[in-house]
């Protein structure tokens, strides 16, 4: 009975059965691990996520973005191309219709001229002062031009208005004005004056040495350019001034002024 109970066949057949039972569950337990994680599981689960990287698809809102951003983008550019076509192309309707909207466009970036090319560029300096006038007196001349020199020499991205207000002001009075009488040759003359007087009293501001501006007068001094030594040429470069009438100031020029 010991014998039967304990012997070699019954320990045989019971770790027999333990051992079976236990490569049994080991086997299954590795051929379930080789189904978890074997190359089999990894081919199917990184093949899919490679071929969806390869064949990415947009969605739906960045669709949308996308076609907006090249709808606007396609607009802008044809109708920055229309106005500078209607800028060079010779006088019609639609360009007299939409003449501010061309002009503020081309001026002063886009502004086409022959003067870098020119054969007999400009030989003069033009500079621009004022003074005003008080009820204490009349102040010193203030170079106009001047100041815009100084803040656009050192600097690597100077403002449009330095570099353009003033000389540009100035050269629409000079082409609606006669420089003997000063008096208006065109319809724009008194917008010409009104234009130049609202850039020098915005520089001044309303009072002078603590008393209010009433008046305030322009010259404009005009410097020919020395030419070069190897020319042969030679002329005058004495500063002649053309002092402009006084022009009286009163609360509606500094409508619109800081």
């Not at 607009?75 to 002009?103: I, K």
């Not at 006038?133 to 208005?161: K, Q």
């Not at 603590?210 to 030419?227: D, K």
């Amino acid at each position: 009975m010991t014998d039967q109970q304990s012997g070699p066949a019954l320990a045989d057949e019971r770790s027999g059965s333990a051992l079976v039972d236990g490569d049994e569950r080991s086997g299954s337990a590795l051929v379930h691990g080789d189904e978890r994680s074997g190359p089999a599981l990894a081919d199917e689960q990184s093949g899919p996520a490679l071929a969806a990287g390869d064949e990415r698809t947009w969605s739906l809102p960045a669709l949308a973005v996308l076609a907006t951003a090249g709808l606007v983008l396609v607009t802008c550019t044809a109708g920055f191309l229309g106005l500078l076509f209607l800028h060079v192309a010779p006088s019609n309707t639609l360009s007299q219709r939409y003449q501010p909207q061309v002009d503020g466009v081309v001026y002063p970036e886009f502004e086409q001229n022959w003067k870098l090319f020119a054969p007999d560029p400009l030989q003069q300096n033009i500079a621009v002062d004022a003074r005003v006038r008080t009820a204490d007196g009349t102040g010193e001349w203030i170079g106009l031009t001047a100041e815009d020199i100084a803040a656009i020499r050192g600097n690597p991205v100077p403002s449009h208005a330095d570099q353009n207000l003033l000389r540009r002001a100035w050269d629409f009075y000079d082409s609606t004005h006669s420089s003997t009488d000063e008096s208006a040759t065109g319809s724009r003359g008194p917008l010409a004056v009104e234009y130049l007087k609202r850039i020098a009293l915005q520089r001044i501001g309303r009072q002078a040495a603590g008393a209010p501006v009433t008046g305030v007068q322009l010259r404009a001094g005009t410097t020919p350019v020395a030419p070069p030594s190897w020319s042969g040429q030679s002329w005058p470069t004495r500063t002649q001034y053309r002092e402009l009438p006084w022009w009286t100031v009163t609360d509606e020029d500094y409508r619109g002024l800081l």
